[in-house]
């Protein structure tokens, strides 16, 4: 969006508080594709224990928005720092830290459910046994340990978002 108010301006607290409780902070944070100014120079923190939410209408740049927090697409300006490090500088180490459920599910459907779990986790270079672990016990809690050995297009809708949650903590983020 070009010109005019930014309808994802978000207020900067006023009185900073100390830079260990903030997860993330982000200043004049911009995106830019071209002549398209998707964020514009937003600023916001956000603290540990925090639960934040972004609105806007269509445009209005919360999934770009989202995508820099993620590491998945490179800011144009400004700063953003998570876990104190720099996003342009550590993504590795800050996608590390993350969990993440995306708006789309992204399984591989040629994997049972445990295999999808396992083979996520070990992406972030833990140790199969400890990725097994976890997966039954994240299976449990999603209340999918029933179904560890079923392929995918036999859940249901709800069961596959469950699974796409329980990837999300495998590296407990």
């Known amino acids: 969006m070009t010109g005019g108010p930014n309808p994802l301006r978000l207020p900067v607290a006023a009185a900073r508080p100390d830079s260990e409780s903030l997860l993330v902070i982000a200043e004049r944070l911009t995106k830019r594709f071209g002549d398209l100014t998707a964020v514009d120079g937003i600023d916001f923190s956000i603290r ?6 972004f609105l806007g209408p269509n445009g209005a740049g919360k999934t770009t928005t989202i995508r820099m927090l993620t590491c998945s697409s490179p800011l144009t300006s400004g ?3 998570m876990f104190g490090l720099d996003v342009s500088r ?3 180490d800050i996608k590390a830290q993350l969990g993440v459920v995306p ?7 040629d994997l049972t459910v445990i295999e999808n779990l396992v083979t996520y986790g070990r992406y972030f270079g ?6 097994v672990g976890r ?3 994240l299976l449990r809690f999603v209340q999918l340990l029933e179904k560890s050995d079923r392929k995918m297009d036999e859940l249901s809708g709800g069961m ?6 329980a990837r999300s903590l495998i590296n407990e983020p």
Do not use: C, M, W
């Open 90 to 92: 550590a993504p590795r």
């Open 135 to 137: 997966a039954r016990e």
């Open 48 to 53: 540990a224990g925090e639960v934040v939410g």
């Open 103 to 109: 708006q789309d599910d992204n399984y591989d459907p």
């Open 79 to 81: 700063s953003l720092k």
């Open 160 to 165: 596959k978002r469950r699974l796409i949650l």
């Open 126 to 131: 833990l140790a199969r046994k400890v990725v």
